[in-house]
């Protein structure tokens, strides 16, 4: 099952929908299509999980990358909202719970009027981008907890190795 993201935006809010399984394989371009709008003034994202079926630690790496971009504009709010309760266990595990808000219903309610279309990605991005993606976010859930580090230690090691050597083929 792919991976579907759905926009919409009113005012200053920004509502993302993601539908069926969010992978490393998107998550470049998820993660600048949400920049982009930031850059552009949006100041509330909700990143609604409703519909997402699965979500690999890449991902998870890329809503804290968000998250911390988000919240460190003026005014700036990041929330994943109506997460199923199998993600919800996944994000507890990482200890994503503690870096990024989870929405409460009052607060999906406000973006529920929010019509989402599909998102359409401009950028392309090469598999040494997509690599050095993978690294950053597995480095910044390694920095959540003990046992991150634990879980994705081999992962940052064969990304840095792999780009190590991409890079000495140069």
């Known amino acids: 099952m792919s991976c579907n993201i759905k926009v919409g935006s009113f005012e200053n809010s920004l509502k993302i ?3 069926g399984n969010a992978t ?24 609604d999980v409703a519909e997402c079926a699965y979500m690999d630690s890449t991902y998870f790496g890329v809503l804290v990358e968000l998250a911390e971009y ?19 266990e996944d994000i507890k595990t990482i200890g994503l719970d503690k870096i990024v808000c989870l929405a409460d219903s009052d607060t999906c309610i406000k973006y529920k009027d929010i019509e989402t279309v599909a998102g359409q990605f401009a950028e392309t991005y090469s598999k040494i981008q997509k690599a050095k993606q993978i ?3 597995h480095q910044i859930l390694e920095k959540l907890s003990e046992h991150n580090k634990e879980e994705f230690g081999n992962v940052v090691e ?5 780009l190590e050597k991409q890079q000495n083929d140069e």
């Open 17 to 19: 929908q993601i539908e």
């Open 24 to 47: 490393w394989e998107n998550a470049k371009y998820f993660l600048e299509f949400i920049k982009k709008y930031v850059n552009e003034g949006k100041k509330s994202v909700l990143i």
């Open 70 to 88: 988000v919240e460190s504009k003026p005014d700036g709010e990041f929330y994943i909202g109506n997460a199923s309760s199998k993600l919800l």
């Open 135 to 137: 690294l950053k976010a």
């Open 158 to 162: 064969n990304f840095k190795n792999y």
